[in-house]
């Protein structure tokens, strides 16, 4: 580790209050794919939120981990309902995730109106048509740590779109 690296570090546990900041900053600078997580409430309701905290658990059998904030609407109904979808983001829907992010004057059903989703009528898991992947998912295990909901979903089925250039 540098001396740089190790006095940034130590400023960032030193200083009271700044420590959470520091490590917010840090795990924006980490790239990866910019997902939204759908659902429905127990009520039928769609619910879905920007996510950047998903990754490959197993390919065998096929699972997703996905964290989610224990105060998130979607939180309740993943708990419960036990299905989600997950869809990667492809390039063009940067608005989608503004939407869903809480970057964009839309709420509740209304952010459903940015992109083109599938499964809003009746019961079924809303997904987003033209993301690079969507995973159909079934909750298998919910973990709680601190603040979050650690879910391992089990893919039960993915839809692809090879040319779609990711955001």
């Known amino acids: 580790?540098?001396?740089?690296?190790?006095?940034?570090?130590?400023?960032?546990s030193d200083a009271p209050g700044s420590s959470r900041d520091a490590f917010k900053q840090g795990m924006r600078a980490l790239p990866g794919g910019v997902t939204i997580i759908?659902?429905?409430?127990p009520d039928g309701e769609p619910l879905a939120m920007t996510a950047s905290s998903v990754t490959s658990l197993s390919v065998d059998p096929p699972s997703l981990?996905?964290?989610?904030?224990?105060?998130?609407?979607?939180a309740r109904a993943l708990v419960r309902l036990r299905h989600f979808s997950v869809?990667?983001?492809?390039?063009?829907?940067?608005?989608?995730?503004q939407a869903f992010g809480g970057q964009l004057a839309a709420v509740g059903a209304a952010r459903f109106e940015y992109?083109?989703?599938?499964?809003?009528?009746?019961?079924?898991?809303?997904?987003?048509?033209?993301?690079?992947?969507?995973?159909?998912c079934e909750v298998a295990h919910v973990h709680d740590w601190a603040t979050h909901?650690?879910?391992?979903?089990?893919?039960?089925?993915?839809?692809l779109a090879p040319d779609a250039q990711p955001s």
Request: aromatic share 2%; glycine share 10%.
């Open 149 to 159: 909901h650690i879910v391992i979903g089990t893919v039960r089925a993915v839809q």
């Open 1 to 12: 580790m540098t001396r740089q690296a190790a006095s940034v570090l130590a400023t960032a």
């Open 87 to 97: 869809n990667v983001l492809a390039a063009g829907q940067v608005e989608v995730a």
């Open 38 to 41: 759908a659902a429905r409430s």
């Open 65 to 74: 981990l996905v964290c989610v904030g224990r105060t998130a609407s979607i």
């Open 115 to 136: 992109g083109h989703w599938r499964g809003l009528e009746g019961r079924a898991v809303p997904v987003l048509d033209g993301a690079r992947a969507s995973f159909d």
